[in-house]
Nanobody, 125 residues
Framework: QVQLVESGGGLVQAGGSLRLSCAAS????????MGWFRQAPGKEREFVAA????????YYADSVKGRFTISRDNAKNTVYLQMNSLKPEDTAVYYC??????????????????WGQGTQVTVSS
């Protein structure tokens, strides 16, 4: 079992920044690709960003490209999502997931075996 706990969410004004963290348990963290998804009320859970076993392999949804950056620190068993230039439409619960699958599967929800409970991000105008 892999346990994931997100943190770092909160309330910010449009144009502001937040950094989300996802702390994982277990000694095999580096064997998993990691992803961030988000879900707003009444909407489907959507892909935000993912990072492969090798940190250079990072992928982003078009809606966040150039504003968000995903990174990981395997020594700390933690993945991060740096969110800059936040917009009201970024408001959602953000979830991190762990996937043992190849990089081309990472934009899909079904690729992830483990999920955290989410952290709320609210962006006011």
């Amino acid at each position: 079992q892999v346990q994931l706990v997100e943190s770092g969410g909160g309330l910010v004004q449009a144009g502001g920044s937040l950094r989300l963290s996802c702390a994982a348990s277990g000694r095999t963290f580096s064997s998993y690709a990691m992803g961030w998804f988000r879900q707003a009320p009444g909407k489907e859970r959507e892909f935000v960003a993912a990072i492969g076993w090798i940190s250079v392999n990072a992928y982003y949804a078009d809606s966040v490209k150039g504003r968000f950056t995903i990174s990981r620190d395997n020594a700390k068993n933690t993945v991060y999502l740096q969110m800059n230039s936040l917009k009201p439409e970024d408001t959602a619960v953000y979830y991190c997931g762990a996937s043992p699958r190849s990089y081309r599967q990472l934009p899909y929800h079904s690729a992830y075996d483990y999920w955290g409970q989410g952290t709320q991000v609210t962006v006011s105008s």
